[in-house]
């Protein structure tokens, strides 16, 4: 498919849109070279990404879902990365999570993931300027690793994540610099 061939729209997903999105994901699992470059998301968490004021943006070729990415803002919960980084109460609850994101095989090459990554940072800014916002990656994953550190994120820690994996926990600052004091050796 040429890039001129469609003109892909973004917007904010609803729970109609759920079974899309999961359906979604089920492909990009089934093609992934290596599982252990992609932990799915459970239903009942992508639902919960559509309830404010977490957000999941969609990217749509016409009504085609083609791929989404989900942010969270899980304040204290014991799944905010804040925690693995040793980070304190207060900055915990600043951090935000960029979760999944997806692009529908027939779609990459466009920059799809790193406009959905600059939407969730816009995103995120909007109601707290000193938000952090975090994400892991596969250190194998070297597509999704060079979109989300050419979109500004630095590897903070490298972890065993999601039931023996291998992550790289990442960090953004929303003020497009990384205190030094977050940052980790």
């Not at 729970?15 to 089920?26: F, G, N, V």
């Not at 309830?51 to 749509?60: D, K, L, R, S, W």
């Not at 951090?95 to 993931?113: E, F, H, N, P």
Request: proline share 6%; glycine share 6%.
């Amino acid at each position: 498919m040429k890039k001129s061939d469609f003109t892909p729209h973004i917007r904010l997903c609803t729970p109609e849109d759920l079974d899309d999105i999961m359906d979604l994901q089920e492909r990009i699992c089934a093609s992934m070279p290596r599982p252990d470059l992609f932990v799915a998301t459970c239903r009942e968490e992508n639902a919960s990404y559509l309830a404010e004021p977490n957000v999941i943006f969609g990217t749509y070729d016409h009504d085609r879902l083609i791929a989404y990415a989900s942010l969270a803002f899980p304040e204290k919960a014991s799944d905010n990365l804040g925690w693995d980084l040793g980070w304190d109460e207060d900055t915990v609850r600043r951090c935000a999570k960029l979760d999944t994101i997806v692009v529908d095989s027939a779609y990459r090459g466009y920059g799809l993931q790193r406009t959905l990554i600059s939407h969730c940072l816009s995103y995120a800014k909007a109601p707290d300027p000193d938000c952090f916002v975090l994400t892991t990656v596969s250190p194998a994953n070297t597509y999704s690793l060079r979109n989300v550190q050419s979109e500004g994120f630095q590897i903070l820690k490298r972890m065993t994540k999601y039931g023996g994996r291998d992550r790289y926990v990442l960090g953004y600052h929303t003020s497009g610099h990384f205190p030094e004091i977050y940052q980790h050796p």
